[in-house]
């Protein structure tokens, strides 16, 4: 798993690319969770991400947690069929805004 990060203007793009699963995932959780910053506005494009495990739904758990305690945003896009059936199943998709393309996701962070 990589993570590419970059800045979009006030929003941090975090692009993540692999398999997030519990050998991944404590990179994942760390190098997230690092950068989200009181009221700071975070998107996590998940486009390249073919599969995530139970572990890496708790990360995204965990970062929506961090998120509301440091008052800021969090979109994700990308998000393939098996990842959107997983945090469907697990009600995590009510938690979270979610676009369809990175254009969409910046527009909903402004």
Do not use: C, H, W
């Amino acid at each position: 798993m990589n993570i590419l990060a970059r800045t979009e203007g006030r929003v941090v793009v975090l692009e993540i690319e692999g398999d997030v699963d519990g050998k991944t995932a404590p990179v994942f959780r760390e190098q997230v969770l690092a950068r989200i910053e009181p009221e700071g506005l975070v998107l996590l494009d998940l486009n390249r991400v073919d599969f995530m495990s139970s572990a890496g739904l708790r990360v995204l758990l965990l970062t929506y947690r961090e998120v509301g305690s440091k008052k800021a945003r969090v979109v994700l896009v990308g998000l393939n069929d098996g990842v959107r059936t997983s945090m469907s199943a697990t009600g995590f998709l009510k938690f979270f805004t979610v676009r369809d393309s990175l254009a969409e996701g910046l527009s909903a962070l402004e």
